[in-house]
């Protein structure tokens, strides 16, 4: 239950920060694109296909593993709110640099540009890993359990909603301008938007903990024990990460659709940029849905469902007669992303008291890091060396398999954390 002031703050917290999310989603989801933008402005700077995709992979690096290492002094704090802001700036600053370097193109050139790029995009990408963590405590704490979901799902949807309106306004700047300047006033737009976001951000009201709430830090040499201890006690949580690293492995199939479409179907660039539209406006509808869903129904039961929806999803790909069912396969992609984000965040929280949240937390997305990041690599390789059909055959395995630990091993959290024999007074002691 929230404290009376928090229950007085609710719909001031809710509002700011979902104009939060709806900001941060204009700069970093439209304007500033890690799955077009970015790509595009590095594709004027290197030929290396590697690099652009090594740096389109910081993103997923930059958000799951620094919140493990970030766990331990997070739960010793009665106030998360100062870490979030000092450490988002660290993913906002970046953009400001952006600006100036695409500016300077003409006069530092391309090499010093590309370094300089690659270096504050990987700074950008940690900054939101090390704010991950506090940021998900915070926001655990100021909402009401039961409706985490809608809140993050309504978020999402503000998200999404106003990544489609930076990405149209950046078609714009990209068509009337040329090469930087377009790009420069891209990122700085986009640098303008995520500081109205901090603001919002700012402006979150949260007290101070009281001591029985917040956990206790160990020391170095005892973190991972501690960590231990947890994953030794906790088989709940045990299956929760086997199902996401799981989940994670068929949701790779998401990333060779595009490519899927071109070379079996001969997918146009403007039949592709029409599907993420798609994807963007299925995300949008979906998001508050499927967050007041998980809240009245069941977190763990949405997340089955998105796993049958990518098993149908790659099961359409390979069987579409023509190019015309890929309006299906993305928008059920969308629903899919919708369910793989508010959802997560959502339930991530559920299996543990606030003292070891953070822990969990972080173990919930550092864990999986190493099938975010190498699944695509191994993925792209594969389909050089066997096909598209073995590849998405697999990754539909493993969202059945996904479906089957989620199904049969793991248990509710919202309700099995509840029992007294859960022992997460123990995990603190």
């Not at 579409?320 to 508010?342: C, E, H, K, M, R």
Request: hydrophobic content about 55%; charged content about 10%; overall charge neutral.
């Amino acid at each position: 239950m929230l404290s009376q002031d928090l229950q007085d703050k609710l719909r001031h917290n809710a509002l700011v920060n979902i104009l939060d999310g709806s900001f941060f989603g204009l700069s970093v989801v439209g304007l500033a694109s890690y799955v077009t933008i970015v790509p595009l402005f590095l594709s004027y700077l290197t030929e290396s296909t590697a690099l652009i995709g090594f740096v389109a992979t910081l993103f997923h690096i930059g958000w799951q593993i620094p919140q493990l290492l970030t766990s331990n002094y997070v739960a010793g704090l009665r106030r998360f709110k100062p870490m979030v802001l000092a450490m988002t700036l660290l993913e906002r600053v970046p953009y400001f640099g952006l600006a100036l370097v695409a500016f300077l193109i003409p006069t530092i050139g391309t090499d010093f540009a590309l370094l300089l790029a690659v270096l504050l995009l990987g700074w950008q990408s940690l900054g939101g890993g090390f704010t991950g963590t506090p940021w998900q405590s915070m926001m655990s704490k100021i909402m009401p359990p039961h409706r985490l979901g809608t809140f993050f799902g309504v978020q999402s949807a503000c998200v999404n909603l106003f990544g489609a309106g930076g990405a149209l306004l950046a078609s714009y700047i990209l068509a009337h301008h040329d090469f930087p300047q377009n790009f420069s006033i891209l990122f700085f737009i986009a640098a303008i938007s995520l500081v109205v976001s901090f603001v919002f951000l700012a402006l979150t009201y949260e007290p101070v903990s009281e001591p029985k709430d917040i956990g206790a830090r160990v020391p170095w040499r005892d973190f991972g024990g501690r960590l231990g201890s947890i994953l030794r006690a906790d088989d709940n949580f045990r299956w929760f990460l086997i199902a996401r690293a799981l989940t994670s492995l068929s949701l790779t199939a998401v990333s060779f659709f595009t490519i899927y479409g071109i070379r079996r179907y001969q997918m146009t660039p403007e039949f592709a940029s029409a599907m993420t539209s798609v994807l963007l406006v299925s995300h949008t509808l979906s998001s508050t849905l499927v967050g007041w869903a998980g809240d009245r129904w069941s977190h763990r039961r949405i997340l089955m469902l998105g796993n049958m929806a990518t098993v149908l999803t790659i099961a359409i790909a390979l069987l579409a007669p023509d190019v015309t069912w890929f309006y299906l396969v993305f928008a059920l992609t969308g629903i899919v992303n919708t369910t793989q984000w508010s959802t997560i965040l959502t339930i991530t929280v559920q299996f543990s008291s606030a003292a070891d949240r953070p822990f969990y937390i972080g173990m919930a997305n550092t864990l999986i890091a190493p099938v975010t990041v190498f699944a695509p690599i191994i993925g792209g390789w594969l389909v050089d060396a066997a096909g598209f059909e073995l590849v998405f055959t697999l990754f539909a395995l493993a969202g059945l398999l996904s479906l089957l630990v989620y199904l049969i091993a793991m248990r509710d959290p919202s309700e099995f954390a509840r029992r007294p024999e859960r022992g997460n007074l123990v995990l603190g002691d």
